[in-house]
């Protein structure tokens, strides 16, 4: 059984900084993608970042120069480093699993598999 379980989100002024967390397990495939993407009230969720089994790594354009995405593959793990946080980056965050290459621009339908989602609220 594939787990996503995110941690990490929490409460920050504007400017701050976030580290989530994506910890899988049960995951297996030699060609998969891991996505991050927010939701909030009455909008779908939405694609921020993500990054692939070879390291290809993409942004959406709200996010890029801002936040980082990686991975350490021993500890099954990704990480989104958020810095320069803004009001409008609130959202509960979620990551997401889907055993093939992807870009920031699959849509959440095309995913898998999904942890349970963290908030993140970032004041101004």
């Known amino acids: 059984e594939v787990q996503l379980v995110e941690s990490g989100g929490g409460s920050v002024q504007a400017g701050g900084s976030l580290r989530l967390s994506c910890a899988a397990s049960g995951f297996t495939g030699d060609d998969y993608a891991i996505a991050w993407f927010r939701q909030t009230p009455g909008k779908d969720r939405e694609g921020i970042s993500c990054i692939t089994e070879n390291g290809k790594i993409h942004y959406a354009d709200s996010v890029e120069g801002r936040f980082t995405i990686s991975s350490d593959k021993a500890k099954n793990t990704v990480y989104l480093q958020m810095n320069s946080l803004k009001p409008e980056d609130t959202a509960v965050y979620y990551c997401?699993?889907?055993?093939?290459?992807?870009?920031?621009?699959?849509?959440?339908?095309?995913?898998?598999?999904w942890g349970q989602g963290t908030q993140v609220t970032v004041s101004s």
């Open positions: 997401a699993a889907r055993n093939s290459f992807a870009t920031v621009r699959e849509s959440a339908g095309s995913y898998a598999y």
